[in-house]
């Protein structure tokens, strides 16, 4: 039973992605179509360019931040809080890691230890006052979340502009840059960077965390079912106080891979974007570790196959519309599969234990 | 009552894929009389309401409404043809006036504009032909139960039913308030309407019907006049054997407090009255207290803050000697309180998470259910077994989701797990509600077994005679008060019910 169980569990969530993909590129077929462009060349163009030499090694580099930003948003989701805050969290900490690495001098590997942790800590601190005023004062941490991304994507454009530009050059505006103990090392020099390897630590952990510690299963029955974890002894307050923070430090990573180990330091436009994809990244997921790393690797493959749009005159948009299109029926497709495969438990189990007995109800 | 039926249903079948939920259903409920439908939980009798207010299509056999052959596709096409259901659980929106709701759906309009005067007064007169007195400009919210289920019963007869499908309609009400609906339901019949009363109390549907058809195991097994059974014939009917009874026990109260509740009182929102005001109590080992209450009159609340749930805002809670209003929840269960939840689904389980999972809630302290700060699969899915042999939850194993059991056996899961800790004191909350009699009597067994060895109950329930039969005192609790605390021995139902209700105060 168990295996079985599991099995099919896994199989059906798989199924379900694949269906929703499907009929995300039909729906966008019919929109190339409806624009005059013929949708099989569109798609077949970016495949073959998607799966062309050295692009899987891009993909996989394109998924990096998305993979962190996706962990962030579902370590909350896996308790029913909602950090759609990512964005912000990420932003300020990056710039922050950015201006306060670059005036430290430390050995190497140090170096980069210690602007993984203060960006951790920025991004901890952004997420913990979303999670103090919904324990405190019971603010909903959709809004204060929300609300917080303004505030935290105001201030990063005002204290680069303010204090932290160090180039005069109007063309190249930046941090002053990291010295070369923070540069984090490549894997394969040019293609992908070496944080792959820190974001799958992160996401093992996470899957560690959540899935086989007390801490996880007690976050766990907090989303399952906030009244009974209440009622078990699990303290509300202090579950989303840790998961917030939890959140937030993931999402204080999300910007490192593009500033340790290729800007080496903070532009504009720098992890722009990852805190908002990551929410969608996650919900294609499931928010689960394997889950998050394949659709990461799905929007990375998209992000680099759109680049073709380009050079044919097809509006990149379109791969935006695939994106979203694919999440949304990813909700819809699973909901209901969930609702099917329930009732067809619910019955195995019935049977299983004699409840209802098929031959003699009919006899 | 004459001769013709209101409502035939002949060899009614409904199957769900690879379930068969009911079969050879043959019922012939007279016009203008009242047919009661009594059975366990799961015998069939929701299948068969739902059935026959459209809600899904039979498999077979035929269903007539006053000689004529229907087929409903959905409740709208039931409406029409003259068959109305007020459900258990009251659909109304509270913000809104006895007459919007009534309305609602069903708006009389000319033009997009509301004709509200129009339908006031056909409901004034509705309302008045089966002697029941609602004031139609009154918000819901400030209506009590009995007022609420008038209005669905109105809500009803406004869209033009002559069958009325009443799902467990007692089930809300104390005694007095049932008498009041027994009132109404018999002008209804006077006046015209035919009744499917749907309950599972017998005393009741004795006192009510004029007929009574008995379910189990998804089909009809009879149909009595209520003169010719007793209540016991009647429920040898409905199990197919004998009844349990909550009643005996093998020890006697001890004499040392476990818990004491001294003048607590909590406060739910800011200036609002106090949930509980001044309730105090002492629960000695080997004995159970219940509590007799309508619902909403703070013995959840009660519960919430012995719990630790909710803070008190006045008195002491002392356990075994120690005052524990300053301990978490988790402190508290940790010194042996174990809780049995008012709602199992909304505070008792997790639904989607395998039964080794719902064992561990809240007794992660147990020993071998994890290892430093990892959950041990192995020791939790042993730990469940335990639980599930030991009180006989009837499951394919401990992996399948808590969703997938019935209503008795997730009842089961939780009181085994609750009782599988340490425990001094059993908050026992609607222990057996909402499940079947097989389960029940074993629920019983396990709270007398407990309390046999010492473990003092706190029993919280709605059942009276499950409240009379078990504890060895029962205090009223009124308006956040205990009102009185009575003698098993010498209460009655109705005794308590006056106290219930308000309508007495002061020990007897």
Redesign the interface.
């Known amino acids: 039973?168990?295996n079985r169980?599991k099995w099919e569990g896994m199989a059906i969530t798989l199924g379900g992605s694949l269906l929703a993909i499907a009929f995300a590129l039909g729906l966008c077929a019919i929109l190339l179509a409806a624009i005059g462009e013929n949708p099989f060349k569109v798609y077949k163009d970016m495949f073959e360019y998607g799966t062309s030499k050295d692009s899987f090694l891009d993909e996989v580099q394109r998924a990096v931040p998305l993979m962190l930003s996706a962990t962030a948003v579902a370590i909350g989701f896996k308790m029913k809080l909602f950090n759609i805050g990512v964005e912000g969290q990420t932003r300020i900490a990056v710039l922050l890691t950015a201006a306060i690495g670059a005036e430290v001098r430390m050995p190497a590997v140090l170096h980069v230890l210690f602007c993984i942790v203060l960006a951790m800590a920025v991004g901890a601190a952004g997420a913990g006052i979303a999670g103090v005023l919904k324990v405190k004062r019971g603010v909903n941490e959709v809004i204060s979340t929300i609300m917080l991304n303004y505030i935290y994507i105001g201030l990063v454009s005002w204290m680069f502009d303010e204090f932290f530009i160090v180039s005069t050059d109007t063309l190249n505006v930046k941090t002053q840059q990291l010295p070369r103990s923070a540069w984090f090392p490549q894997l394969v020099h040019g293609k992908l960077g070496g944080f792959l390897i820190i974001a799958l630590i992160v996401i093992f952990a996470f899957w560690v965390l959540v899935w086989?510690?007390?801490?996880?299963?007690?976050l766990?029955?907090s989303g399952?079912?906030a009244?009974?974890?209440?009622?078990?002894?699990?303290?509300p307050g202090r579950m989303v106080m840790t998961a917030m923070l939890l959140s937030g430090a993931v999402a204080g990573l999300v910007g490192l891979p593009g500033l340790l180990g290729d800007s080496h330091a903070y532009r504009r436009g720098l992890a722009e974007g990852y805190g908002f994809e990551g929410i969608a990244v996650a919900l294609l997921g499931r928010n689960h570790p394997v889950g998050i790393v394949l659709a990461a690797i799905l929007f990375g493959f998209l992000d680099r196959a759109s680049a073709i749009l380009q050079i044919n005159a097809i509006p990149q948009e379109i791969v935006q519309i695939i994106k979203g299109v694919t999440v949304l029926a990813v909700v819809i497709v699973n909901a209901a599969l969930k609702r099917w495969y329930?009732r067809r438990?619910?019955?195995?189990?019935?049977?299983?234990?004699?409840?209802?007995d098929?031959e003699a109800?009919?006899a | 009552m004459d001769g013709s039926y209101a409502v035939e249903l002949v060899g009614m079948g409904k199957t769900?894929?690879?379930?068969?939920a009911n079969?050879d259903v043959t019922i012939r409920v007279r016009d203008r009389s009242i047919h009661a439908i009594v059975g366990e939980n799961?015998a069939g009798k929701s299948t068969l309401m739902n059935t026959l207010y459209g809600m899904h299509q039979p498999t077979e056999g035929t269903i007539s409404v006053f000689g004529r052959e229907v087929h409903f596709k959905s409740p709208t096409d039931a409406i029409a043809a003259g068959v109305g259901m007020v459900h258990q659980h009251f659909m109304l929106a509270d913000n809104l006036t006895v007459v919007e709701n009534i309305i609602l759906g069903a708006e009389p309009a000319e033009r997009g504009v509301l004709k509200l005067s129009e339908a006031k007064h056909r409901l004034a007169e509705l309302a008045k032909s089966i002697g029941a007195h609602v004031n139609l400009d009154a918000e819901v919210s400030t209506l009590g139960v009995g007022q609420r289920q008038r209005v669905e019963i109105l809500k009803v007869l406004y869209r033009g039913a002559k069958v009325l499908i009443l799902d467990e309609p007692t089930a809300v009400l104390v005694p007095q308030e049932v008498e009041e609906l027994f009132g109404t339901l018999r002008q209804l019949v006077a006046a015209g309407s035919t009744i499917l009363f749907i309950s599972h109390k017998l005393d009741e549907v004795l006192a009510i019907s004029d007929e009574i058809t008995v379910m189990r195991?998804?089909t009809t097994v009879a149909t009595v006049s209520p003169q010719d059974v007793d209540r016991r014939q009647l429920a040898e009917l409905m199990v197919g054997s004998e009844l349990p009874d909550p009643s005996g026990r093998a020890s006697v109260v001890g004499t040392r407090d476990v818990l004491t509740v001294e003048n607590i009182e909590v406060r739910v929102g800011v200036d609002a009255k106090p949930a509980v005001d001044g309730a105090s109590f002492t629960v000695h080992d080997a004995e159970v207290f219940g509590i007799a209450g309508i619902e909403g009159n703070g013995q959840f609340e009660l519960c919430e803050a012995i719990?630790g749930?909710c803070p008190i805002t006045a008195g002491r809670i002392v356990l075994n000697g120690e005052d524990v209003a300053a301990l978490?929840?988790?402190e508290?269960?940790e010194l042996g309180i174990s809780?049995i939840?008012f709602d199992r689904h909304?505070?008792?389980?997790?639904?989607?998470?395998p039964l080794w999972?719902n064992t561990?809630?809240?007794?992660?302290g147990t020993a071998g259910l994890?290892s430093g700060?990892?959950?041990n699969v192995a020791g939790a899915r042993r730990d469940c077994a335990a639980v599930v042999e030991r009180f006989g939850v009837?499951?394919?194993?401990t992996?399948?989701?808590a969703?997938?059991?019935?209503g008795g056996n997730q009842q089961k899961l939780v009181v085994g797990r609750e009782l599988s800790s340490e425990t001094h004191i059993l908050i026992a909350a609607h222990p057996t509600r909402g499940v079947d009699v097989g389960a029940q009597a074993a629920i019983w067994d396990e709270l007398r077994a407990e309390r046999d060895h010492g473990v003092a109950i706190l029993l919280i329930s709605a059942d009276l005679d499950e409240l009379i039969g078990l504890s060895d005192r029962i205090a009223v609790i009124f308006d956040g008060r205990i009102t009185a605390v009575l003698d098993p021995a010498t209460a009655t139902p109705e005794l308590l019910g006056s106290y219930m209700t308000g309508e007495m105060q002061g020990a007897a």
């Open positions: 039973m168990k169980q086989k510690t007390r801490f996880g299963f007690h766990r029955a399952a079912n009244g009974a974890a209440r009622v078990a002894g699990v303290n329930d438990t619910q019955r195995v189990a019935a049977v299983a234990v004699g409840a209802i098929l109800a009919a | 769900f894929p690879g379930v068969i079969h799961g195991d998804g719990l749930l978490s929840v988790h508290r269960r809780y939840p909304r505070e008792g389980l997790l639904l989607d998470a999972e561990m809630l809240g007794r992660d994890m700060p990892f959950i009837r499951t394919p194993g992996d399948v989701p969703f997938a059991l019935s």
